[in-house]
């Protein structure tokens, strides 16, 4: 099983609306992200968990709250969302971490959009 | 901050012409990887170059890391349409923290 499943395809929000977003990923993969991508844009880093520990936080706003778990598990918890938050949400694997993290399987992400 | 920048941001060829797109790091790079996104779809791998000069091979793709190891090249070779997308390079960044990418090249193809 090489895949990473995110859920769901679509979510459609207001900005008083509580959503979360789901990552699986049973490949046994120790680094787990996730990324926002606007169109034409690259994506852009959001959180890296490495062994189920949050370590890095791009300074994305608070009203985006990751949470891990466990090892194949990855949610990210939205609350209070602005128009502008509406985007592709990406989340991707690795095996290996920092300097060794190697490939990264994308999920095919998340399209949101907040009314 | 590191920034890792691709040239050109668009291209736009004749199916069987040649394509190549450019990444530059304004860093050392420990290594380098490529991804494709096709349109609608989410970035897919294409390889990993670690050492300095390296050049792999994948089909009609060739890749090449500089000798500096601060830029890097992919080149299609009599391109299909299935080769449109868009084309990122992609980078650790220099906490050695994460994959950092790059602008990305639309690359369209008509037949």
């Known amino acids: 099983d090489t895949e990473v499943t995110q859920t769901p395809k679509h979510l459609v929000m207001g900005m008083t609306n509580k959503k979360s977003l789901k990552c699986e990923q049973h490949?046994?993969?120790?680094?787990m992200y996730w990324y926002k991508q606007k169109a034409k844009k690259p994506p852009e880093l959001m959180f890296v968990?490495?062994?189920?520990?949050?370590?890095i936080n791009e300074s994305v706003p608070s009203r985006f709250s990751p949470e891990c778990p466990n090892s194949s598990l990855l949610n990210l918890h939205l609350h209070a969302l602005q128009p502008e938050d509406s985007a592709l949400y990406l989340c991707?694997?690795?095996?290996?971490?920092?300097?060794?993290?190697?490939?990264?399987?994308f999920g095919e992400g998340s399209r949101l959009t907040v009314l | 901050g590191q920034q890792v920048m691709q040239i050109p941001q668009y291209q736009h060829v004749q199916e069987g012409e040649d394509f190549t797109t450019y990444c530059n790091s304004s860093?050392?790079?420990?290594?380098i990887q490529w991804y494709k996104q096709r349109p609608g779809g989410h970035p897919v791998f294409l390889i990993q170059?670690?050492?300095?000069?390296e050049v792999k091979k994948q089909k009609r793709l060739t890749f090449q890391f500089g000798e500096a190891k601060k830029n890097s090249s992919l080149h299609i070779t009599a391109t299909q349409t299935t080769d449109v997308g868009t084309y990122f390079c992609?980078?650790?960044?220099?906490?050695?923290?994460?994959?950092?990418f790059g602008k990305g090249t639309t690359l369209s193809v008509s037949s």
């Open positions: 170059l670690v050492k300095s000069g």
């Open positions: 991707a694997s690795s095996q290996g971490t920092g300097l060794n993290t190697g490939e990264l399987f």
């Open positions: 860093t050392t790079l420990s290594n």
């Open positions: 968990y490495s062994y189920e520990k949050l370590s």
């Open positions: 490949m046994g993969h120790r680094a």
């Open positions: 992609a980078g650790i960044n220099q906490a050695g923290t994460a994959l950092i």
